[in-house]
């Protein structure tokens, strides 16, 4: 299994949770990208930061790098202690109708190596990483962006996310039914009467059921950069909440817009990169960002 599908199936399919061993510190060689695990933390350990590590198949591993309690990080392993892929679950959206994630993976295994992000729906108390507090860096030109559209359909919500690419293609969507959590069958979303099985990724992407959802076949990017929710097609339910999001610098900014009404609500996100992630910035940084699942 190469190092995307493996962070891709885990991005979809959290791990069921299981204590692995604890370390205090997990460093990553910049250049060739081995890692060490320090001495493992005793079990009276307070330690608010710390690094959990659980055996594979193969002799592989999965490190997940938490703090104050939020998981801030998963690490894939292989049998040689190198980095072969990681991910990052981004806790982006928050409302009364359920959560939406950003769930980017980064691919160390191959060659050139790439960056995908798609944007998920999972329950409540999923470890998504929140945004940082602070003032959100300057930054660069957009990567992706991604439109979520909720729909009321008493007693519970209908719930549409969408992923562009820079073109402003419609790569990967989702449509999902929430009560105010997500309603799942052995860890899938369930999708509302007539939309499907609720997943699509080009090239399957069904342009009825995106219809249906609200969703565009394309956006203008420029545009949607400044009123990305003009021009959007009528869904099949009224609608409650629109959000739409900008990817920055690979995700680490990430510009958020909400339409309420008539209202607009404007946000900057931003997930500052742990010291774990920095040993890999600069080798990331030069890897295509490319939304949609990709399978």
Do not use: C
Request: charged share 20%; glycine share 10%; no cysteine.
């Amino acid at each position: 299994m190469n190092g995307w599908m493996m962070v891709a199936l885990a991005l979809i399919f959290p791990a069921a949770a299981h204590a692995g061993k604890r370390y205090e510190s997990f460093l990553v060689d910049r250049v060739d990208r081995t890692a060490t695990l320090s001495s493992p933390l005793g079990l009276m350990s307070t330690s608010k930061t710390y690094f959990e590590s659980s055996p594979l198949a193969g002799g592989r591993a999965r490190v997940q790098e938490f703090h104050d309690g939020a998981l801030e990080g998963t690490y894939y392993l292989s049998e040689k202690n190198e980095i072969i892929s990681r991910s990052d679950l981004l806790l982006v959206l928050d409302e009364d109708f359920g959560r939406v994630y950003a769930a980017i993976g980064v691919d160390h295994a191959s060659k050139a190596g790439r960056v995908r992000l798609f944007t998920k729906l999972i329950r409540r108390e999923a470890a998504g990483q929140r945004a940082n507090t602070g003032k959100a860096p300057n930054a660069g030109h957009p990567d992706a962006f991604s439109l979520i559209r909720a729909m009321r359909a008493p007693p519970k919500f209908i719930v549409a996310t969408a992923d562009y690419s820079l073109d402003g293609t419609l790569v990967a969507f989702s449509v999902a039914q929430s009560s105010g959590d997500w309603v799942s069958t052995e860890g899938s979303m369930q999708p509302p009467p007539g939309f499907g099985t609720g997943f699509f990724y080009a090239p399957g992407i069904d342009a009825k059921i995106a219809a249906k959802a609200g969703l565009p076949l394309t956006i203008d990017p420029i545009r949607f950069e400044t009123d990305p929710f003009k021009g959007l097609p009528d869904p099949a339910a009224p609608v409650a909440t629109d959000a739409a999001l900008i990817y920055r610098d690979h995700g680490a900014v990430i510009e958020r817009r909400i339409k309420r009404g008539s209202s607009i609500e404007r946000a900057s996100l931003w997930f500052p990169p742990t010291e774990t992630e920095r040993a890999m910035l600069g080798a990331e940084r030069r890897m295509p960002f490319t939304p949609g699942l990709g399978l």
